[in-house]
């Protein structure tokens, strides 16, 4: 009922496209007014808030409480980038400003990179202190796990290399350049390769991989950490066409395995690879 309501609302936008992100962000809002009760009665001295999906923007920060603002999403880094997959201009720029208003709540912003704290100064007038605290792993839990054999799984000689692409489905993460990638790869080593491409692939994607023949590819859909992290250990490079990376746990899983990585120098990427 709500959501039908919300899609009456922002009629009056007269957008040709769905409003998807701002209709996802009302619901978050929905959610956050039961709890703004129970917040002022609980009364506590830090509030710790995300920002995806904008929770904070119907939050009622009660009296003496500091809230503080996780940036990881910042819808502003998507405006005006062409490459980028499609938020519809309107639907961008009404969660740009919902984003405006409910960061005002915030008297502290941790960002995952220097990069997010600059589209941050960039996207707002704030003045509150800003502060990296970058992502971090566990070296003895992700050494602890035993890895599968993908060479043996996808009956390749030991020898050639195994390249792993994360998140290959993903727009954001560049799923329009993957195809041509392992095309060119394959090319260039006479199919001497093999790939691992993680996360949730869509039919168009597979469509195109299936028509490189005899190809050493697997694509296991969506699994758990344990279990990607297990096929990672046979991998001996890692690519990623990422547009817009933040702080990539995928790349920082790689380098605490000593897997070579290869990436557009996009977002928070400079970062964790160096110069």
Same mark, same amino acid.
Not at 2 to 20: A, E, G, I, N, V
Not at 164 to 191: C, D, F, M, W
């Given at each position: 009922?709500?959501?039908?309501?919300?899609?009456?609302?922002?009629?009056?936008?007269?957008?040709?496209?769905?409003?998807? *992100?701002?209709?996802?962000?009302?619901?978050?809002?929905?959610?956050?007014?039961?709890?703004?009760?129970?917040?002022?009665?609980?009364?506590?001295?830090?509030?710790?808030?995300?920002?995806?999906?904008?929770?904070?923007?119907?939050?009622?920060?009660?009296?003496?409480?500091?809230?503080?603002?996780?940036?990881?999403?910042?819808?502003?880094?998507?405006?005006?980038?062409?490459?980028?997959?499609?938020?519809?201009?309107?639907?961008?720029?009404?969660?740009?400003?919902?984003?405006?208003?409910?960061?005002?709540?915030?008297?502290? *912003?941790?960002?995952?990179?220097?990069?997010?704290?600059?589209?941050?100064?960039?996207?707002?007038?704030?003045?509150?202190? &800003?502060?990296?605290?970058?992502?971090?792993?566990?070296? @003895?839990?992700?050494?602890?796990?035993?890895?599968?054999?993908?060479?043996?799984?996808?009956?390749?000689?030991?020898?050639?290399?195994?390249?792993?692409?994360?998140?290959?489905?993903?727009?954001?993460? %560049?799923?329009?350049?993957?195809?041509?990638?392992?095309?060119?790869?394959?090319?260039?080593?006479?199919?001497?390769?093999?790939?691992?491409?993680?996360?949730?692939?869509?039919?168009?994607?597979?469509? @195109?991989?299936?028509?490189?023949?005899?190809?050493?590819?697997?694509?296991?859909?969506? *699994?758990?950490?344990?279990?990607? *992290?297990?096929?990672?250990?046979?991998?001996?490079?890692?690519?990623?066409?990422?547009?817009?990376?933040?702080?990539?746990?995928?790349?920082?899983?790689?380098?605490? &395995?000593?897997?070579?990585?290869?990436?557009?120098?996009?977002?928070?990427?400079?970062?964790?690879? %160096? @110069?």
């Amino acid at each position: 009922l709500y959501r039908f309501f919300c899609r009456l609302y922002l009629k009056k936008y007269k957008s040709r496209t769905h409003l998807q *992100v701002t209709e996802q962000n009302l619901i978050f809002a929905l959610h956050i007014f039961t709890l703004n009760k129970r917040l002022q009665r609980y009364h506590p001295d830090l509030i710790l808030i995300a920002d995806n999906g904008l929770p904070a923007y119907a939050l009622k920060k009660p009296l003496q409480s500091k809230l503080i603002w996780f940036a990881r999403n910042n819808y502003y880094r998507f405006h005006n980038r062409v490459l980028c997959p499609s938020i519809g201009t309107t639907d961008l720029q009404i969660a740009c400003s919902m984003e405006r208003k409910a960061i005002t709540k915030a008297d502290a *912003v941790v960002s995952p990179s220097e990069y997010m704290v600059g589209v941050c100064r960039e996207a707002f007038q704030l003045n509150v202190p &800003l502060f990296v605290n970058r992502n971090i792993i566990l070296k @003895e839990g992700i050494k602890d796990i035993d890895a599968v054999d993908l060479k043996a799984r996808l009956q390749m000689p030991t020898d050639f290399p195994l390249v792993y692409i994360p998140s290959a489905g993903s727009p954001i993460k %560049g799923k329009r350049y993957i195809y041509e990638i392992v095309r060119q790869l394959i090319r260039h080593t006479n199919n001497a390769i093999g790939f691992y491409l993680s996360g949730p692939i869509p039919q168009d994607l597979v469509y @195109e991989l299936n028509l490189l023949k005899q190809a050493h590819i697997h694509i296991p859909g969506h *699994v758990t950490w344990h279990e990607n *992290v297990a096929s990672m250990k046979t991998c001996d490079l890692c690519i990623t066409p990422n547009l817009r990376e933040k702080y990539s746990n995928a790349l920082l899983e790689s380098k605490t &395995l000593s897997i070579t990585v290869s990436a557009f120098d996009t977002g928070g990427k400079k970062e964790m690879l %160096g @110069e």
